[in-house]
């Protein structure tokens, strides 16, 4: 597994290409061979950021996103809610427990920031496993699942087709004035009729794949449009 990074030369800045980081450097040199740039080491992990402006992708028929709210602090996650059920962590005696109850944030300002997790397959590259991508934006959450949900249910069980990219936005409010940010843009690359023509795969196949990269969170950050 990876663990997603800030670009050291910009911190806290999005990056306009995509990250990917992986303890095995032959991974990520895998990734580079196909997708460009310089595998590079930082802190006993391998990185590069790719050249390409997209990446090809499959999405797995099973498993393919996951999507909750979470309140992280201090790097430990310390509330993930549904909306409704909210799972807590509390001091107990000398250690920790985990408890659930009702959503505690504020329907006005949330505590908790959606967080939408993808498994995606990369295509043409020499590594078989799920590549995991992870945002906290409004409008990747808004946007995505419906996507692949609509595209599951014509695939009837196949593997779908798509380009990943980071797309550049702009909104505007008076009370926030502009702001430009960038959002995870899954494109389906296929009809309807294609989709429902596609080569099926066996249930259970992509249930055994484990991921082997873990994709930068902060490059598909967005703000709520």
Request: overall charge neutral; proline content about 6%.
């Amino acid at each position: 597994l990876g663990e997603a990074k800030v670009d050291p030369k910009r911190p806290g800045k999005p990056l306009d290409h995509f990250r990917f980081t992986s303890s095995s450097k032959a991974n990520v040199e895998a990734v580079a061979a196909v997708y460009g740039g310089t595998p590079v080491e930082r802190g006993g992990q391998w990185e590069v950021i790719v050249e390409s402006e997209s990446l090809d992708v499959l999405i797995p028929p099973q498993n393919a996103y996951s999507f909750s709210y979470e309140l992280w602090s201090g790097g430990a996650l310390m509330r993930r809610c549904d909306g409704v059920t909210a799972s807590t962590v509390e001091k107990a005696g000398e250690g920790w427990e985990e408890m659930s109850q009702p959503c505690l944030c504020d329907e006005e300002k949330p505590d908790c920031k959606p967080t939408l997790r993808l498994n995606l397959i990369l295509r043409g590259v020499e590594v078989f496993g799920v590549a995991l991508m992870q945002s906290t934006g409004w409008n990747a959450a808004s946007e995505i699942p419906a996507m692949i949900d609509a595209a599951q249910v014509a695939a009837h069980g196949g593997a779908i087709p798509a380009t990943l990219r980071i797309e550049s936005r702009t909104s505007k409010s008076k009370t926030k004035g502009t702001r430009n940010f960038k959002v995870p843009k899954l494109e389906i690359r296929a009809s309807v009729e294609r989709l429902m023509q596609g080569v099926q795969v066996k249930q259970g196949v992509f249930n055994s794949l484990r991921p082997v990269l873990l994709e930068d969170t902060k490059v598909v950050q967005a703000v709520p449009a």
